[in-house]
């Protein structure tokens, strides 16, 4: 944002902060429409500051996607290498299954796959954070071959997707997540 007028700037904050707001009460299909009315902006200065509703979206849960790759480094020289890429998927569960859109967000550039023109920016930072783990686990052994960080997201986002309307969406996506890695990484 920097060089851009003041205006311009006003108009971005207040166009994402209604977008967290309406992400969280609508998940990932929140009204871009709506989103520019409650703002006070026109559709296009929507497009213009968020060229796509991926654009949109990666804006909304970047701080939190940040701070979920700052705890895989934090984690990258935990003593016990499964431990530490098991704790990194709760914490990844635990948003996905609290933010509403997130996992829609997630699932979109799995199902485009890796030739898509407009990557993820969020799986992207989460894979490259998470990639440290999941070598170091596959390494020890703690995980099962083949296992890739994107499987691993694409889990953690039907997981969430899973529990969206359940009556405590974090508890029933933990209890998955346990479930899932008993099967992915079962303790030796």
Known sequence: MPGQRADARR??????DVAEEEVAAHGAD???????????????????HFPSRRALLE???????????????DLAGAADARDALLEWLSALTAYAASARGLATALALDAAD????????????????????????????????????V????ALISGIAL???????????ADRLLGLTMAGVSPRR
């Open 11 to 16: 108009n971005y904050t207040r166009i994402l």
């Open 30 to 48: 929140a009204s871009l429409e709506r989103i520019a009315r409650i703002a006070g902006v026109g559709s296009a200065t929507v497009r213009r």
């Open 59 to 73: 804006a909304v849960f970047r701080e939190r996607i940040e701070a979920l790759c700052a705890l895989a480094v």
């Open 113 to 148: 796959g890796p030739d898509e023109a407009h990557v993820n920016a969020c799986s992207t930072k989460l894979t490259g954070a998470a990639d440290p783990l999941l070598v170091r686990a596959a390494r020890e052994g703690a995980v099962t071959p083949g296992v890739t």
């Open 150 to 153: 994107a499987d691993l997201v």
């Open 162 to 172: 899973a529990t969206e309307h359940h009556e405590d969406p974090a508890a029933e």
